[in-house]
């Protein structure tokens, strides 16, 4: 090789080392650099929402409004919402003014549909406390049962304010069959108005008692298919 052109080749591995060298250096110092930036960023951004007034605003706001949530729901289980309870017909009138909304199950302890129909409002009671829910003795209630014409049971009667506005009558808004699921009892009580659209306990995933009991089975079934 002569001397000439050995120059021009060794200049010219020369200058691409230096390039490729420049470019890794070029690439370490931008990478660097988007790194600094990212974490100055971050603790700019973190520090500016320590001291928003908006958010702190937000965050009182947001607490004062869980407080009287829970000093609600205080009150209303102290008036008795959130479980099915028994109560006298010394009792209706007062249980049935002392709650905006009110439902009332005459029923008969012998009747099998009259226990049905408790297994269904006792399940829903504890998912929606802005409802009271309770149940009366019919045999023990003859002045009740007579003025409010409670003549076939089980008679599950809506109150509003201390008015009754709606009623269900055996299970004639059920399909007249004994084996209605517990969300269809409550979707007919969201209809008529006396429960809310959102469960009141927080719970709005909640499945039904239905729904658990049959996902239990299946639960148990494949416990017991994969001890097999």
């Known amino acids: 090789m002569d001397p000439d052109s050995f120059r ?3 200049s010219g591995l020369a200058l691409g080392n230096v390039m490729a060298a420049a470019a ?3 690439k370490k110092e931008m990478l660097a650099k988007e790194k600094a930036q990212a974490t100055t960023h971050d603790e700019v951004d ?5 001291d928003d007034p908006e958010l702190e605003k937000l965050h009182a706001e947001r607490v004062a409004a869980l407080k009287k949530e829970v000093e609600k729901r205080e009150v209303l289980k102290r008036q008795g919402h959130g479980e099915y309870r028994e109560i006298t017909e010394g ?5 049935v003014t002392g709650s905006e909304k009110v439902i009332c199950h005459f029923y008969h302890h012998e009747f099998y549909r ?7 409002l006792k399940a829903l009671a504890p998912l929606y406390l802005g409802t009271k829910f309770i149940k009366l003795d019919s045999e023990k209630a003859p002045f ?3 003025k409010l014409a409670v003549k076939t049971l089980p008679c599950v009667i809506l109150f509003k304010k201390g008015i009754a506005f709606d009623r269900l009558v ?6 007249r069959k004994d084996d209605f699921s517990t969300r269809s009892l409550e979707n007919i009580l969201k209809k008529k108005g006396i429960i809310d659209d959102k469960k009141g306990d927080g719970s709005d995933g909640e ?12 639960s148990s079934a494949a416990q017991d298919s994969d001890s097999d």
């Not at 009792?91 to 249980?95: A, P, Q, S």
């Not at 009259?114 to 269904?120: E, F, L, W």
């Not at 055996?170 to 399909?175: A, V």
């Open 8 to 10: 021009e080749t060794f």
């Open 24 to 26: 890794r250096d070029y």
């Open 46 to 50: 973190l520090d500016e929402l320590l």
């Open 91 to 95: 009792e209706f009138l007062g249980e």
């Open 114 to 120: 009259c226990k049905i129909m408790d297994k269904h």
């Open 144 to 146: 009740f049962v007579a």
């Open 170 to 175: 055996g299970f004639e808004d059920l399909g």
């Open 207 to 218: 499945e039904d008692a239905d729904d658990f009991k049959n996902r239990k089975i299946r």
